[in-house]
């Protein structure tokens, strides 16, 4: 079964910090590479996306690192703030259309 | 207003006993998928479809039905639904399949007992 791999589960930083959420992934198929931020009670919504021929994309306070070879990406918050605590999840694509989440990291930014 | 509506947003139901949630999109998109979401596992996968009468299965798409038979409209279909699939169930559509954002209903709490 395909696996997408997201650490830390929960993450708490203080306004103003940097948290960085790490994922993994093992198919070399996958091509798409969303992150998508999800609120209480409500469906997830995609924050920003990368494919693996670019090895960073930044979208405001929010910046995807891409390591291909590595088969890794990661998401990190320039200047947090507490607007910004959510479950953040990691994904892949493959181009069939198939999408696979991460498990979630629980993100909380402390006034 | 574009978005994807899902019915119902809550639903307790018995072992075995048919149910169908459905899933509409008013944007127009070739893309439409199905999601169930579970405590530490994140949003897994159940069908997709790209296009009208295509349908695919998705990581998880045992006990589960779809169809896709207008554009607009990606029902789920639990023929006999079992307690193991009690969770938290969510449709998304995209203009295509990849490269294009997904977007998702509100969920359909589901309990099977």
């Known amino acids: 079964q395909q696996q997408v791999k997201q650490s830390p589960q929960s993450l708490i930083v203080q306004k103003g910090g940097i948290p960085i959420i790490n994922c993994a992934y093992e198919?070399?198929?996958?091509?798409?590479f969303p992150w998508y931020q999800q609120f209480p009670g409500k469906g997830p919504a995609l924050l920003i996306a990368i494919r693996p021929d670019v090895s960073e994309k930044k979208e405001g306070r929010f910046t995807i690192s891409f390591n291909k070879s590595a088969k890794q990406f990661s998401l990190h918050i320039m200047d947090s703030q507490p607007g910004d605590s959510a479950t953040y999840f990691c994904a892949a694509s493959l181009d069939t259309g198939q999408l696979t989440f991460g498990s979630g990291t629980q993100l909380t930014v402390l006034p | 207003e574009a978005q994807v509506t899902q019915n119902p947003r809550y639903l307790i139901t018995v072992t075995g006993k048919k149910l169908t949630v459905t899933c509409s999109q008013n944007?127009?998109?070739?893309?439409m998928s199905w999601y169930r979401q579970d405590p530490g596992l994140g949003l897994r996968q159940i069908y997709y479809?790209?296009?009208?009468?295509?349908?695919d299965k998705g990581d998880v798409p045992e006990g589960y039905k779809v169809s896709r038979k207008e554009k607009r409209n990606f029902p789920l279909i639990l023929e006999s639904p079992s307690p193991n699939q009690t969770s938290l169930y969510f449709c998304?559509?995209?203009?295509?399949?990849?490269?294009?954002?997904?977007?998702f209903g509100p969920g359909t709490r589901l309990t099977v007992t």
């Open positions: 479809s790209m296009n009208v009468e295509v349908t």
């Open positions: 998304a559509s995209s203009l295509s399949a990849i490269g294009y954002e997904q977007y």
């Open positions: 944007m127009n998109h070739e893309y």
């Open positions: 198919n070399t198929a996958f091509d798409y």
